[in-house]
């Protein structure tokens, strides 16, 4: 497989379909345009593109660093040349300093936006830079987006997909399909962003059973909605109700990813 990763890696580089490319200014990967939604925040109606976060995403970023970070362990196992992945991680981890909003002791959502620069809207994205196994972030910032996500997007069952306050905040997903698309990416939490929150609060504090407890209300959630198994989305506000799906591959997965690698992992802050 590794022949395959390595093409994918260099499709990056050159560019490929919808603008997706690595910037050489600065390493980072850039992806979008007009009537594009290419993260997993892809509501749109009609022409209408929710949250088009066109410009360099601020988790599309962090996976392109683990990306290139795991291709440098698999060419030193394979015993292959590994500097093409080197300068790149390189390159790309000096310029996420770039996403730090030092305003808000967050990271930006998106960066190079078009008529926009930066977005600093509070969103959850953000906490992968946290989670994932190679952090860009220092370890106070790693710290600071922590503790902002837990006080402005943490609830019992998952992330609110935009902080309270921020504009264009909905605290209740429903009505026709237009009313619950444009709320999708608007402060309705996700259940699946539990397990990289949880991740990260292990990474910054080394507090397993804390960690486990972010977990918790998920695993009471399997009596309450679709029984035996985890729903897709709740309410913003309190109290949060279910809705959405009752049975959400990636909430299962992620709930069991984390609730194993916590267990897993020593107990010591990393």
Known sequence: LFPVLAAMIEAHVRGTRYDIHVDPADGLLYAGGPGLQLTWMDAKIGDWVVTPRTGKPVEINALWINALETMKQFAAILVRPAQRYETLSTQATASFVRFWNGERHCCYDVIDAPGIGRDASLR???????????????????????????????????????????????????????????????????????GPMALAHFRVYGDRAAAL????????????????????????????APRGCIAQGWTVAELLRAWHQIVMQPAAAQ
């Open 213 to 240: 407890r972010i977990l918790e209300p998920l695993g009471r959630h399997i009596h309450a909605y679709g029984l035996g198994t985890v729903g897709e989305i709740f309410d913003g506000d309190a109290p949060f």
């Open 124 to 194: 959850p994205n953000q906490i992968f830079a946290v989670s994932l196994p190679f952090s860009p972030l220092i370890a106070s910032q790693q710290k600071n987006v922590v503790e902002l996500c837990a006080r402005h997007l943490l609830t019992s069952h998952g992330l609110r997909s935009l902080a309270p306050g921020e504009t264009g905040y909905r605290g209740h997903y429903g009505g026709d399909s237009r009313a619950r698309d444009s709320v999708y990416h608007q402060g309705t939490v996700w259940g699946w962003l539990l």
